[in-house]
Nanobody, 119 residues
Framework: QVQLVESGGGLVQAGGSLRLSCAASTSISSINVMGWYRQAPGKERELVAQSRPIGITNYADSVKGRFTISRDNGKNTVYLQMNSLKPEDTAVYYC?????????????WGQGTQVTVSS
């Protein structure tokens, strides 16, 4: 089991910045993929950014160049730095951890943190 606790959401004006944190209950260096997803009202949950222990990251096209995912293995924490925020970034942001063991993937989610960007 992996428990994830997000923090750092809030209300910000367009063009502003926020940093989300996701603290894991286990060593994140043992987790295959850690990522951030978001879900806006009336929309499906979508991938925002992912990070793997070997340093590979990937981003949704809509956030490339504005958001950065990073890890602090010593603190078992993953961050999402969000710059140049837009109203369309408004959503509940969820931290995700994927563990793959013996070919079986287990997915874990945090409780979510609200990000609201005003125009």
């Amino acid at each position: 089991q992996v428990q994830l606790v997000e923090s750092g959401g809030g209300l910000v004006q367009a063009g502003g910045s926020l940093r989300l944190s996701c603290a894991a209950s286990t060593s994140i260096s043992s987790i295959n993929v850690m990522g951030w997803y978001r879900q806006a009202p009336g929309k499906e949950r979508e991938l925002v950014a992912q990070s793997r222990p070997i340093g590979i990251t990937n981003y949704a096209d809509s956030v490339k160049g504005r958001f950065t995912i990073s890890r602090d293995n010593g603190k078992n924490t993953v961050y999402l730095q969000m710059n140049s925020l837009k109203p369309e970034d408004t959503a509940v942001y969820y931290c995700n951890a994927d563990l793959i063991r013996n070919g079986i993937r287990s997915r874990y989610w945090g409780q979510g943190t609200q990000v609201t960007v005003s125009s």
